[in-house]
């Protein structure tokens, strides 16, 4: 079944950003591409069989994402010392973590106990006190300490 | 259709297109294939690729340490099947970049410490080979540091929340940043006023239009109306006040000029008719009915707004239309007749908008960042990374880990030759920060080095280029077509550069050539599910 080499299909999500970034012309649902011609070092015909290609229909038609590619790495016969994707993970830190004022980084001795923001002077307290509710919720979530209310 | 894909530094400005940026990377995998395979397509057309029917060059590609076998197999399927390339080699950047950077045919052993964009690596190389099951891999870069430093200083200024772009902190990261060889003495001196001026970085941003007023949040605007409703209130009633005092002494005078006439002193009495400019006692008498209807309105006035003071504070709709528009001139309390035709007892005239702009007010200054401590706090995620809630380790707890794994002499080895590579190395102050760190956990009195890469965001390619041109005839090192069809896109041929081989097959993926599929116990073909990327 020939497919051209540079037809996509729709809807492909967007990914996390990298060094690698490139803006993709307008795609289009025809089978030939009006204007690329296809380039000749390539094999017109290619697939990519990760994609689902022709057989999976139309279940298969997105890319797994890291995730699920590790999930299925896991289920691999590894052995004990294999090196592997998930495995040279870094441990968490068994240190105690320093506490640091969200407002200017400064090393905090105090917490307020109504918005749970740190902070580590006098004028920052009042500053915190003043704050609007969106930002202090920014600021929780920076470092990951927001509450699920029930 | 249009001129194809625009990759790369060909993009020009990223902010007007970040919403549209591509990458076929999750984290530092690939893992949309079709995106990479336009990449590929961008470049090969941009070397001058001209041979028929097939890429005819080897190819040196680089992969992440210990990268998933169904990307490499689905790498080297793009290579092979779709470009026809004739054979290739995969091996790991830093250690490309650790080729480049050691004198040649030295086997060498050290220990890499390698930062880029999505992660950062600590990589131990035994004699010439990494040692991939000691490796470790932290989930923090660069991208990370952009995205924390975006945070706190939208967070410092909410007004300018879509002008601190991504590309304007990666600025900021490269040119203005730092790492602290001891943090928390580094904060210490940030504490100090005169520290912090000398310091402090002032980000000009470009003039918009915005009025200040406009970017407070509705929380704010409420609060604002609710204290201009309180001081009004306030206004009126002691205005209210003072009338009502006013006309109480004209009152009583003229209630006293009324008692001259009833005392019968007529003459004083036609003398202070004179005085007020009455004509006859019953005009007097008439302004006195009138005045004290007045002033008992007053006191019922005074008492009724006494008792609604409460409520309207709550009301969050303001009293009088015009009190938006006078919103800037409601600081200047000195001219309160100014107010005098809109709050009188009548119903209020619409005037037209008062538009001052506060006289103390420095255009300039409110469009400037202040990054202060932020120059420190976002290149110290790697070494803390709890500063952004993430648990793992950070680099110098877990170079502490790797080496606690080997031997004392290997341990000694190691630490002899430490090598930092990657971009998000490249902060003033890493290497003295990365040498400190050592200080601490080293014996008392031990040595070590450590040395940056000479370029370290170029020096992974030189190196590949290095390690191509030394090993073109080399065929222990090349995965060739062959090979690949015998044994899988996921075949590796370990060479000083690679990773470790685990000679695990993958059953053949859904395929054009249908219903291949080898029923295997690790099966790693989809039931892919149509959840989201990335």
């Not at chain 1, 040279?88 to 307020?112: E, Q, R």
């Not at chain 1, 202090?136 to 300490?145: E, I, N, Q, S």
Request: charged share 25%.
């Amino acid at each position: 079944k020939k497919v051209p080499a540079a037809g996509f299909t729709q809807g492909i999500s967007m990914e996390a950003m990298s060094e690698n970034k490139m803006v993709p012309s307008d795609f289009s649902t025809g089978p030939m591409e009006k204007a690329a011609k296809p380039l000749p070092f390539k094999d017109p015909n290619f697939v990519h069989s990760g994609h689902g290609g022709a057989v999976a229909g139309k279940k298969n038609r997105t890319w797994k994402n890291l995730k699920q590619i590790l999930a299925s790495e896991r289920a691999l016969p590894w052995q004990l010392n294999d090196p592997n994707y998930f495995s040279i993970d870094a441990p968490p830190s068994f240190k105690p973590a320093k506490k640091y004022s969200d407002v200017s980084g400064l090393l905090a001795n105090y917490t307020d106990p109504q918005s749970k923001l740190r902070f580590s002077t006098i004028e920052e307290f009042s500053y915190i006190r003043r704050l609007p509710s969106d930002v202090v919720t920014g600021y929780l979530a920076l470092r990951k300490a927001t509450s699920i209310v029930p | 259709g249009g001129a194809g894909p625009q990759v790369g530094n060909a993009l020009g400005s990223l902010e007007p297109l970040r919403w549209m940026l591509r990458s076929p990377f999750d984290r530092n995998v690939p893992v949309n294939l079709e995106l990479q395979e336009l990449l590929l397509d961008y470049s090969f057309q941009h070397l001058g690729v001209s041979s028929q029917g097939c890429v005819d060059h080897p190819i040196v590609l680089t992969e992440a340490v210990c990268n998933p076998l169904y990307s490499r197999q689905m790498m080297s399927e793009l290579l092979f099947e779709c470009y026809g390339i004739p054979k290739v080699a995969y091996g790991i950047d830093s250690l490309f970049s650790f080729y480049h950077n050691k004198p040649k045919n030295l086997m060498s052993s050290g220990l890499i410490i390698s930062s880029g964009y999505q992660c950062t690596h600590i990589l131990p190389i035994l004699e010439g080979r990494l040692d991939a099951k000691n490796c470790k891999r932290i989930n923090l870069g660069g991208s990370q540091a952009a995205g924390y430093l975006q945070r706190l200083l939208q967070l410092k200024y909410p007004g300018h929340l879509a002008a601190i772009t991504l590309s304007r902190m990666e600025e900021i990261l490269h040119e203005h940043s730092y790492v602290a060889e001891d943090y928390v003495e580094e904060l210490q001196k940030w504490r100090c006023p005169d520290y912090y001026e000398n310091n402090v970085h002032k980000m000009q941003l470009p003039f918009s239009n915005k009025l200040l007023g406009s970017t407070l949040s509705s929380e704010e605007k409420q609060e604002r109306r609710q204290q201009q409703l309180r001081r009004l209130q306030e206004l009126n009633a002691r205005r209210r006040e003072e009338k009502l005092q006013l006309d109480q002494e004209r009152l009583d005078r003229l209630l006293y000029v009324q008692e001259l006439l009833e005392d019968g002193q007529m003459d004083q009495f036609h003398k202070a008719l004179v005085e007020l400019n009455m004509d006859s006692p019953e005009e007097l008498q008439s302004y006195i009915q009138k005045l004290s209807s007045a002033v008992e309105q007053a006191k019922q006035k005074i008492l009724q707004s006494e008792v609604t003071l409460e409520v309207d504070v709550v009301d969050s709709k303001p009293e009088t239309p015009d009190l938006e528009q006078l919103e800037p001139s409601l600081e200047d309390v000195e001219s309160i007749n100014d107010f005098e035709p809109l709050f009188s007892e009548e119903t209020p005239e619409v005037e037209k908008p008062v538009t001052t702009v506060q006289p103390v007010f420095n255009l300039a200054a409110y469009h400037q960042l202040f990054v202060g401590t932020e120059r420190i706090r976002a290149p110290e995620i790697i070494f803390q990374p709890s500063l952004i809630g993430e648990e793992q380790a950070g680099i110098a707890e877990t170079l502490q880990y790797i080496l606690d794994r080997y031997s004392k002499d290997i341990q000694d080895l190691l630490v002899q030759n430490v090598f930092l590579t990657g971009g998000n190395m490249m902060y003033p102050g890493m290497k003295g920060r990365i040498e400190k760190e050592l200080l601490e956990m080293r014996p008392f009195q031990s040595a070590f080095k450590v040395r940056l890469a000479s370029n370290p965001v170029l020096d992974a390619w030189y190196g590949a280029r290095d390690w191509a041109l030394d090993h073109l005839d080399d065929d222990e090192v090349w995965i060739t077509r062959k090979e690949y069809e015998e044994k899988g896109g996921e075949y590796l041929k370990e060479h000083c550069a690679s990773n470790i081989y685990v000679p695990i097959r993958l059953p053949k993926q859904a395929s054009r050539f249908s219903d291949t599929q080898a029923p295997g116990k690790g099966s790693g073909t989809s039931g892919g599910s149509a959840g989201e990327q990335a």
